[in-house]
């Protein structure tokens, strides 16, 4: 077995146990984390409503998850379908779906996610 091959089970291997403690970690979070403190000058942040929008999304609520961040609901999605490429791509030995995850999780596709994140903090407080 190739690093590479390794290295995709051990990340499987990590997400659904990450996947299996998101829902108590989450709830957690949501009690032990203070309101952000612009929520009480009446602004959002980009990522207000993160940890709701992964704990919903992980319960199975995925109308909830969208209502509370669209962005943290689409970018949860583009992060899986990545990483299905990624696995087709190293598992399965298909060359073009791998060049596509990783041109997914490049540092391009990281600095536009980011753009992204900051437009829609901003955009949002004119909804």
Do not use: H
């Not at 403190?37 to 609520?61: D, E, I, N």
């Amino acid at each position: 077995m190739t690093k590479k091959k390794r290295f995709v089970i051990l990340l499987d291997l990590f997400l659904v146990l990450f996947a299996l403690a998101a829902v108590p970690l989450t709830g957690w979070m949501f009690t032990a984390i203070p309101d952000c403190p612009a929520t009480k000058l009446g602004l959002l942040c980009p990522s207000c409503g993160g940890t709701r929008c992964v704990r919903y999304f992980f319960s199975g609520q995925f109308a909830e998850a969208f209502a509370v961040n669209p962005f943290f609901f689409a970018l949860i999605l583009y992060l899986g379908a990545a990483l299905v490429l990624l696995n087709v791509g190293i598992l399965l030995n298909v060359k073009q779906a791998e060049r596509t995850a990783r041109a997914m999780t490049g540092w391009r596709a990281v600095v536009l996610c980011a753009v992204l994140f900051a437009i829609f903090g901003v955009v949002r407080n004119f909804w």
